[in-house]
């Protein structure tokens, strides 16, 4: 299966974490950002150790399965 962007990352982001995070310019809802390896494994590692969605935000931590999608992702070359 292959995973993309569009479909399957992007909307793992809610409207809030977009926000927030843009704040620190980490841009969760453009593809050309999110796919520089970098930046997406700067977010696989907040959102593998919790630290993403930050607790005080009351979203739930991602669970293994939603974060082995976004390592999916990663590691099928950051599919549109």
Do not use: C
Request: aromatic share 12%.
């Amino acid at each position: 299966m292959t995973v993309s962007f569009a479909q399957d990352i992007r909307p793992l982001f809610t409207g809030m974490d977009v926000a927030h995070m843009r704040r620190f310019r980490v841009k969760l809802d453009d593809f050309d950002y999110m796919s520089d390896p970098r930046h997406a494994q700067h977010v696989l590692h907040r959102v593998s150790n919790g630290s993403m969605p930050p607790h005080r935000s009351g979203e739930p931590p991602w669970p293994p399965e939603t974060v082995q999608l976004f390592r999916d992702w990663i590691a099928g070359g950051y599919q549109p």
